[in-house]
Structures are given as structure tokens and as C-alpha cells.
């Protein structure tokens, strides 16, 4: 018999096809760390010389489009980056303080990394800078082990330390292209903990506006309230007004920018406009004998090296690996989803390894020169994209500025009072509360909304790191749930189409007596495959309960069954054999390449028959009837 005639005798099921084990692991491998195919590009290539070009291009992005770039796209991305840059002094000053670090690191942290990131990134749109959750995060870490005032150049040596722990896992994870980790972070954990970290980051900053000078070292809401109600005594009318003033100016323009989009540039420059004014303002009424204090001295010059101080003192490292991962993995799926939307929004390409790559290169040259944790937060990059800009050139203008900034005017910065920035970060982090979303979760899927309010709450009422663990964990719950119970369904054949389809969901499905067709949805593990042995058998008995027919066959449709291991196929031998028992006839549908493989191999198609495999469910219906149908008439055969 011939290959051909072997599949139409085996109801046009290929039952021989056999890859070799070195195929079956190569494809195996790409789909697991490849799946969208990069190297192509480059392999299409003929000449060498061309193949080498396009594997530069490939691993340094900027050899892709530099060649192309032109004086149109450069003043584009020359307001943009005026724009981006303007954002970038305040918030780099702000968000250091969050880390309780030296403003200047802040203001370095804008300069080294946009330079990396333009020459190894991806992205058109992102525009990098400190995030106000990792600064937060960061800082909370290593306070366990050192005291920013009182061990202040040791905090300082770890922040850089646990940048560089950073950067290296994120290159690896791009390298090595384990992208696959930032995706167990959800979108519903993001947003969960962006709105906790907001309301932890809110009520810290009432620190600043309202004029304390001594405060909880704990983030939590409770922490944090106790330590406002403890030190009342020390609220100053004068740095309060400030605060509301600012804060409502801030807002103002944030509300301007809903209303009126191409009124954007003034949301963006609002925060610089109260840096400046509000130093101005402290500068003629000597505000600190007012109570309002100050950022103090700012030294001029360019980034020192700090690759000196490095430490990995055992007593230090536990902390700074903790530090370094959890906000490693953070940072890139924020960064990552954040330039992954803009690039979709506007059709451009967008690579999220390398990102990785470009965001492990950026936060390793930054722990080298002064910087600590960067990324590419929201509020820049959206800022960035309103401004205009057409490529990672702005990264490029933004640092030029902030370089300009910390050479010639960095002293000007030092009259800047702490009210206007936490008025700053108050306002940047009432955006991030999105209620709207959380009410979009809840009326979609419930269980994503309890792992967002999870994330939420295990924020503000525990400790960042323990919401983030607890929401990521009730999401791995979440998805091994749905692989230790995989979605089944009786099918039904819908008259007017003829196709078979859920019985649940399309009510005027149709189904033959005596015939059970049941769709399986999902892998077939050690996990769940004694869940789908007792499935099928509930289904069959409920079936004959229902209908009062006698079961005689059940046809399993295996075409959402990607891969199938041991267990699962002794799992379905024993479905098979209690079947027989009953007098019931076991069928498979479709079964895919893999796990065809994997039957043949284990004899199962031999054990069951290679007639109980058919290439759709009409020719498996069809052949069930067949088979009612004889074995009524050899009964009436009997009979007589």
C-alpha cells in the first residue's frame, strides 16, 4: 500500500509522518525563544558583506535608521527633545528625592542612559528617564541595610551597586532572550500596583507639603498616616499654601491637555515653570526663614565615575539582588508595554528584546557614571510622542541639554524649594490611579480584578515588594488553574452552516442520538489528565440522563490540543478502556503534528485502532451513524 493510499484508507489522517528528534528540538527551540523569527532578514541576504551589514544594523539599531536620517526628522525630534528635556530636570530631581538620593544622581540619570538607549534601542517613540515607582522601591530596599543619613555614601554605593545588578539581568534576560519572564506580569498587576504605588508615593509627599521634618521610614498608609498625626506640631501654614498653589497649577494643565490635545507643551513645561518659579519665589522672600526648605547647593560638572564603588559586600548583597531584580523585571514590563502601545498606535517597529538589551546596556553604562535605575516611564514618552518625535534622536537632543544643564547651570537648581517638588510627583502620580480601568476589570473578568485590587492593597497596606509577590502569585494560581482544568464543551452541528460548534453557547445546535462529541481545549498533562478522564464520563453520563439515549460513541475533537506528554496518554488509554466497558466507542478528531508524534510513538494508535482517527467531525459523525446503524440492523438480525 502506498503512502497516499495509507491516508485515505485511515480516513485522510497521516498517520506516518515522523520528524526527527533534531527537528522536533529545533523547532521546539525557535518557537520557545524565536517565535518571531528575527534572523530571517539577515539569512535572506545573499551577500555576505550585506548579511553583515543587516546583523549590525539587527544588534545596533541606530546603523538602521541614521543612514536614512534627514534635517526634516531632526527638528522633529528637536522640539521633542526641548520638550522631554524641559520634563526631565524636575522629575530627575523629584525622583531622586524618592530614592533619598543626592539630586544631582537624578539629573545624571537623564544624561548617560538617553545616549545608550539611542544607539540600542528599538523604539521611535521612548523617551528614557527615572520611574517613580522603581526610585521608590529602590530606595525602600536598600534602607534596610543602610541609612541614607547616616551611612549616606554607603546608601549611595549600594543604589549604584543594585543598578548594576539591573542592568546585567536585564541584558541577560534580552540575550538570552527570556522575554517570556516580563509577561507574568499581567496587565491587571501593572495596573494594581501603579495605583498602590501612586497613593504609598501621594501620602509620602505630604512629607514636602506640608513642611515636616520628621516623617515615617515605612511606606505603607497606616505608616505613613500615624507619622502625619504624630508630628501635626510641625505643619507650616506657609510651605502648605505653596504646595496647593502649585499642585493646582499642575493640574490646571493637565486638565488643558484633555481638553485641548494640541495644548500639550503646556502640561509638559508646567512642571519645569514651578521648579523655576517657585525658586524664584523662596529666592526673594528668603523662604527658608519661612519654613520652606530647599534642595541646597548643586555642584556643576558632567557625571563622575562610579564604577570605584561598586560594593558586593555579602552583608549587602541579599538586599541589593532583591533591589535589583524586582525592579529590573518592573521596569521592563513598564517600559516595554509602555513602548509596545505607542509603537502599535503609530505602526512602528518595536523589538522587546531589545529593549531588554538597551535598557540592561543603559542601566549598566549608568552605574559606571552616577545613575541609578532608569526606563522609560509614561508620562515622558507620551510627552515625547505628543511633542512629535520620529526617532530615538531625541534621547540624543535631551541629553545634550541635561549635559549643558549640569555643566553651566546646575547651581540655579538649588534654590528650588522641596514643596514644588513633591507637588510635582503628586500630580505625575494622581494620573496614575486609573479607576476607570479597575472598573473595566471588574465588569470583564472578576478574577482580574481581584488580582489587581491584590496588587492594589498589598501595596499601600504591606510593602511594595509583598503586593507585587502576592498579585503575581494569585496570577500563576490563575494560570495554573486553567491548566489543571482545561475548558471542554459538548459540540453541536448548526444546521445552517453545518459546522459543529458549543452546544451552551449556540442552543439550536443539533446532535446525533447515541453520538458524543466533545471538544477539548487545551494541552493534555500530568496536571489535568485524570480532570479529563472524569470529565469525559461525567459528560456521557449526564448526556444519557439528559437524553435517555444509550451512548455508544464519543468523539473527541483534538484540535485545540497543542502537545500532550506520558501521563496524558495513559491518561486517555484509561478513558478508553472504562469506555469499552460501557460498550462505548472512544474517537479522536484532528489530533496535531506533536501530538500525533507522540501517539504513535507510544503505540496508543495501535492499542485503539488506526480507524478511530478521522481528519474532521463530519467524517467521524458520519462514520458513528454508519456504525448505529449496522449495529441496529444486526440486532433485528438477531432478533428474528
Known amino acids: 500500500m502506498t503512502k497516499l493510499e495509507e491516508e485515505i484508507h485511515n480516513n485522510g489522517v497521516n498517520l506516518s509522518t515522523q520528524r526527527s528528534f533534531g527537528t522536533k528540538l529545533k523547532s521546539g527551540l525557535k518557537e520557545t525563544f524565536f517565535p518571531d523569527d528575527p534572523f530571517r532578514q539577515i539569512m535572506e541576504e545573499e551577500k555576505p558583506s550585506r548579511r553583515l551589514i543587516k546583523g549590525v544594523q539587527y544588534f545596533v539599531p541606530i546603523f538602521e535608521w541614521l543612514p536614512n536620517y534627514n ?35 537624578g539629573l545624571y540619570s537623564s544624561f548617560v542612559p538617553p545616549l545608550v538607549y539611542a544607539v540600542f534601542g528599538s523604539s521611535r517613540h521612548m523617551a528614557v528617564g527615572t520611574i517613580a515607582a522603581a526610585s521608590l522601591l529602590i ?33 541577560c534576560l534580552g540575550f538570552f532572550r527570556l522575554g517570556i519572564l516580563v509577561d507574568f506580569f499581567s496587565h491587571s498587576t501593572i495596573t494594581g500596583f501603579m495605583g498602590g504605588t501612586a497613593v504609598i508615593l501621594i501620602l509620602q509627599q505630604l512629607k514636602g507639603i506640608l ?95 562610579s564604577i570605584q564603588y561598586l560594593n558586593f559586600d555579602s552583608r549587602y548583597l541579599p538586599a541589593v539582588l532583591r533591589a535589583g531584580l524586582i525592579t529590573g523585571v518592573l521596569s521592563l514590563a513598564e517600559g516595554i508595554a509602555i513602548g509596545r502601545s505607542f509603537s502599535v498606535t503609530d505602526n512602528t517597529p518595536h523589538d522587546g528584546n531589545k529593549e531588554m538589551i538597551a535598557f540592561g546596556l543603559m542601566n549598566l553604562f549608568g552605574s559606571f557614571t552616577s545613575c541609578y535605575l532608569t526606563s522609560g516611564p509614561f508620562s515622558k514618552t507620551a510627552v515625547n510622542y505628543n511633542a512629535g ?79 507585587l509577590m502576592i498579585s503575581v502569585g494569585l496570577g500563576l494560581i490563575r494560570g495554573l488553574i486553567y491548566l489543571a482544568r482545561p475548558a471542554s464543551c459538548k459540540l453541536g452541528k448548526l444546521s445552517d452552516s453545518g459546522i ?20 477539548i481545549g487545551s494541552p493534555v498533562y500530568f496536571s489535568n489528565s485524570t480532570y479529563i478522564k472524569e470529565r469525559i464520563l461525567r459528560y456521557v453520563k449526564s448526556e444519557q440522563y439528559s437524553s435517555g439515549d444509550d451512548i ?37 478528531v484532528n489530533p496535531r503534528l506533536e501530538v500525533m508524534e507522540k501517539l504513535i510513538v507510544s503505540k496508543f494508535v495501535d492499542k485503539i485502532g488506526k480507524e478511530k482517527f478521522y481528519l474532521n467531525l463530519d467524517d467521524a459523525v458520519m462514520a458513528s451513524q454508519y456504525s448505529l446503524r449496522t449495529s441496529k440492523t444486526n440486532n433485528n438480525e438477531e432478533t428474528l
Open 71 to 105: 534635517l526634516r526628522l531632526f527638528f522633529s525630534d528637536l522640539i521633542a527633545g526641548l520638550t522631554i528635556a524641559s520634563l526631565a530636570i524636575p522629575q530627575g530631581i523629584s525622583y531622586a528625592k524618592l530614592a533619598n538620593l543626592p539630586p544631582l544622581v
Open 139 to 171: 530606595g525602600d530596599t536598600i534602607s534596610t541595610v543602610a541609612d541614607h543619613e547616616k551611612e549616606p555614601a554607603l546608601y549611595l554605593h549600594l543604589i549604584f551597586t543594585t543598578t548594576f545588578v539591573t542592568g546585567v539581568f536585564q541584558a
Open 211 to 305: 513642611g515636616l521634618k520628621h516623617f515615617s521610614t515605612k511606606t505603607n498608609v497606616v505608616s505613613v498616616i500615624e507619622a502625619i498625626f504624630t508630628n501635626r506640631h510641625e505643619i507650616r501654614w506657609e510651605t502648605t499654601l505653596l504646595g496647593i498653589i502649585f499642585l493646582i497649577f499642575l493640574q490646571y494643565t493637565r486638565h488643558l491637555r484633555v481638553k485641548k490635545p494640541k495644548l500639550f507643551w503646556v502640561s509638559a513645561i508646567a512642571p519645569m515653570t514651578t521648579v523655576v518659579l517657585g525658586g524664584i519665589f523662596t529666592y526673594l522672600v528668603k523662604g527658608q526663614k519661612h519654613g520652606i526648605q530647599i534642595v541646597g547647593h548643586l555642584d556643576k560638572g558632567l557625571n563622575p565615575w
Open 389 to 467: 518625535c520620529k526617532s530615538a534622536m531625541t534621547n540624543v537632543v535631551q541629553a545634550v541639554l541635561m549635559a549643558l544643564t549640569l555643566q553651566f547651570l546646575a547651581p540655579l537648581f538649588g534654590n528650588t524649594p522641596l514643596v514644588a517638588l513633591s507637588a510635582i510627583i503628586v500630580s505625575a502620580m494622581l494620573g496614575l490611579i486609573n479607576y476607570e480601568e479597575a472598573i473595566y476589570l471588574f465588569k470583564v473578568d472578576k478574577f482580574d480584578f481581584v488580582i489587581c485590587m491584590s496588587a492594589f492593597l498589598g501595596v499601600a497596606f504591606i510593602s511594595m515588594d509583598m503586593g
Open 500 to 519: 459543529y460548534r458549543d452546544v451552551e453557547q449556540y442552543s439550536n445546535a443539533s446532535r446525533v442520538p447515541g453520538v458524543l462529541a466533545l471538544q
Open 552 to 588: 455508544e460513541h464519543v468523539i473527541l475533537d483534538f484540535t485545540g490540543v497543542t502537545s500532550i506528554d506520558t501521563t496524558g496518554i495513559e491518561g486517555l488509554l484509561e478513558t478508553n478502556k472504562v469506555l469499552e466497558r460501557k460498550g462505548i466507542q472512544m474517537s479522536l
